[in-house]
């Protein structure tokens, strides 16, 4: 194998112990605030003024310092993602007031302040600075505005609290979401199975095998008990693969409508697990207090609420702007939600179903595209073993960005200190190479869902590119790719099914916007400092080759027999690319437009005032109802313990940016290396270093246009269809 560069700073995971992460965070700071306590205000009478260059070398001093805090928390926060246990949580929540508290420090110091405004000041200077460098600074004093640098001393101690208290909140909320995920567990009966597929009763024994070992480790069981258990031994969870499983297959539509009841219940008022500690896991007042402290927040910086405070980042100007983008595009997608509607409709009676529910729409669906389609996703499942998978999509990025990836060979790893480490056996590393075979950078592949691991996916972008020249310091960019896929069972590779595989080259997107970057500017390198409602752009791009035929060949062949996916199962495949996209639309929008009113309302909401919000989307954009004990909210951990508050529509803001981008390979061809080679210098090369209008127009030559969005959604077509078509739909609804 080859071995890894030290400008990596691989991380050795074997010496990660929380503690040890704990002592080297708590250091990290205090070096820190022994920096910023030598720093004195230059705009003082009292103080001399310095330079803008001496300036610009405190504050190049100040970033570096703060990479060993960057480095340990970052570790810390995604240990606790991926490998959460009470330690490793304990140590997590424990250090949330102090980075908070050190975050609000630097946020309001005003010797550091007057640095950054002494470099803005000399404009003969700024101008001269490189436009990264230049971007930073624009962006860092805009930080300090929205941390409440010009606050007097009063209020900024209130909004030091603030941001605490919400630091803390928002981890609870999480904690929450992933003990009552993995306090559902649901023995079934061998009558309760009928319809499940072989890989699903699979995954269902798997969780069975946990179960076991769960209860025999708590003591509930004993082992004669688990012993007196058959084997397979089949139990349902509320884990991703499993329960789409049930959900998608299960003939049993009671089973189904108790694993939805027990899914949009959790952390609800319906929900009666408790934690370790005997505590409820109920998110309902952790809601309204996060929404108040927000509300408080946006006061004091003087906006009318907190939409305004999220959007001040943003691509967006306004929430007028935003209200009017998802309501319009909700005009447009409800022809084709109704007509997707009326599509399930028309076999429900086929399933003994007299009225259809939110618990039947994926197993009609799944017998729809069957039926119309000749497609099941089962049957396709073998087709994604996830290594033909990962081997076509670095083949597919290579031919666009001339870019090359090599595995790390975790069976032959020699004692060198630059080999890679892991923090558990399911995890993969990677180099990923230029064209000169020059080292760009490294990443890791997480990708199975397992006890302990929050659910979703994503990317952290944990180490940017960065240099210092100071002291010849020198890092290449690294992140984390989680996903929670189906993972390998019966000795056969993890078999994806197509949205694991879109999942995939989404979340890869996000991974080459963060490796593929030629700044070495850390804050504004990779995904750093692009607008949120920008940094969707080059993941929703990447899922476009999963859909196309050219890049489908690529990435499939039989798991048994290597044979290529059989024209007829690829044309089905192709032919549901858009099949439900309508509700599939309404159902985003109805999520972003409810994340944007409870944070544009004030005064902020209380418990009832967030479901009440919720059920008013409903009914103004839904075309299917909603059970009334339907507690989405209590479990939309984007907004309450992620970065999305006031943004979650940034999914459909970018999605419109992806598929205009995308529009210019249909133009020139799908692995036009060219174009590949623009969009790479346009958009993934210069990460936050300009704003991603200008980037997005750099790369196609004018602003951005709706037309392609809505093609690709099959809106067009369906308002045709529609209008052609109006009394049969009616009717028919």
Request: some cysteine; proline content about 3%.
């Amino acid at each position: 194998m080859t071995l890894t560069s030290p400008d990596l700073r691989l991380v050795d995971f074997a010496d990660t112990a929380p503690s040890t992460l704990q002592s080297q965070v708590i250091d990290a700071i205090d070096a820190a605030n022994t920096f910023l306590d030598t720093l004195t205000v230059t705009e003082s009478n009292n103080a001399a003024k310095i330079s803008a260059e001496q300036a610009l070398g405190d504050v190049m001093q100040f970033d570096h310092i703060n990479l060993a805090l960057d480095r340990s928390w970052g570790i810390l926060s995604h240990l606790n993602g991926v490998m959460s246990n009470d330690e490793i949580r304990h140590v997590h929540h424990e250090l949330l007031p102090k980075l908070s508290a050190y975050g609000t420090r630097v946020g309001q110091h005003q010797p550091l302040f007057s640095r950054y405004r002494a470099i803005v000041n000399d404009t003969e200077f700024f101008a001269a600075l490189e436009p990264a460098r230049a971007r930073v600074i624009e962006l860092a004093l805009r930080s300090f505005e929205l941390s409440g640098v010009a606050l007097p001393q009063a209020e900024q101690e209130t909004f030091a609290a603030i941001q605490s208290k919400l630091s803390t909140l928002s981890a609870t909320f999480s904690d929450h979401i992933l003990d009552a995920t993995q306090a559902f567990a649901l023995p079934l009966e061998q009558s309760q199975l009928k319809g499940l597929t072989e890989s699903g009763l699979a995954l269902l024994a798997d969780a069975g095998e946990q179960y076991k070992a769960r209860e025999l480790a708590s003591g509930t069981l004993s082992q004669t008990d688990v012993d007196a258990l058959p084997t397979p031994y089949y139990v349902a969870s509320l884990n991703i693969p499993v329960y789409l499983a049930i959900m998608t297959h299960a003939d049993d539509r009671d089973l189904r409508e108790t694993m939805y009841r027990a899914y949009v219940t959790r952390a609800s008022e319906f929900d009666t697990h408790t934690n370790a500690k005997g505590e409820s896991l109920n998110n309902a007042d952790i809601m309204s207090q996060i929404l108040t402290l927000r509300e408080q927040k946006a006061k004091l910086l003087g906006f009318e609420n907190y939409a305004e405070v999220s959007l001040s980042t943003k691509m967006a100007d306004s929430v007028t702007e935003v209200e009017t983008f998802l309501r319009d595009l909700a005009v447009q997608a409800t022809p084709a939600a109704k007509v997707d509607l009326a599509q399930l409709q028309k076999y429900t009676q086929d399933y003994g179903i007299d009225e259809l529910q939110p618990w039947d729409s994926a197993y009609i669906a799944e017998k729809v595209k069957q039926s119309e389609f000749s497609l099941s996703q089962e049957e396709i499942r073998p087709y994604f073993p996830l290594p033909t998978v990962i081997s076509g999509l670095f083949a597919i990025v290579e031919r666009l960005y001339g870019i090359k990836v090599q595995e790390q060979d975790f069976d032959n790893v020699d004692a060198d200190v630059h080999s890679a480490s892991r923090w558990h056996d399911d995890v993969r590393f990677y180099q990923l190479f230029d064209a000169d075979d020059q080292l760009i950078g490294g990443f890791y592949f997480d990708l199975f869902a397992r006890s302990g691991k929050r659910g979703g996916a994503w990317m952290s972008g944990f180490q940017s590119r960065y240099t210092y020249e100071e002291q010849n310091h020198k890092q290449l960019p690294v992140c984390f790719m989680v996903g929670n896929f189906t993972p390998a069972l019966a000795g056969k590779p993890s078999l994806l099914t197509h949205d694991e595989v879109l999942t995939l080259f989404h979340e890869f997107g996000h991974g080459l916007h963060h490796l593929l970057t030629q700044v070495t500017v850390g804050d504004v390198a990779g995904v750093n400092g692009v607008e949120w409602d920008a940094v969707e752009l080059p993941s929703q791009f990447m899922e476009n080759w999963a859909w196309d035929a050219k890049g489908i060949a690529l990435i499939s062949s039989h798991v048994d027999t290597g044979e290529p996916l059989p024209k007829e199962k690829l044309d089905a495949l192709l032919a549901v690319k858009n099949f439900q996209s309508g509700l599939q639309t309404l159902r985003q929008i109805e999520f972003a437009l409810f994340d944007l009113l409870i944070h544009a309302h004030a005064p902020a909401l209380d418990y009832n005032g967030i479901l009440a919000t919720l059920n008013a989307v409903r009914s103004d954009i839904a075309v299917m109802q909603t059970p009334d004990y339907n507690r989405f909210a209590n479990g939309f951990s984007h907004i309450f313990a992620g970065g999305y508050a006031a943004g979650y529509y940034s999914y459909k803001w970018a999605e419109l940016l992806s598929a205009d981008a995308f529009s210019k390979f249909e133009e020139d061809g799908i692995f036009n290396p060219a174009t590949g080679n623009d969009f790479r210098e346009s958009i993934l090369s210069v990460g936050g270093s300009f704003p991603a209008k200008t980037n997005f127009e750099n790369f196609r030559g004018r602003s951005a246009s709706i037309d392609a969005l809505l093609r690709h959604s099959g809106f067009l077509d369906a308002k045709l269809n529609t209008a052609a078509n109006a009394q049969t739909t009616h009717e028919v609804i």
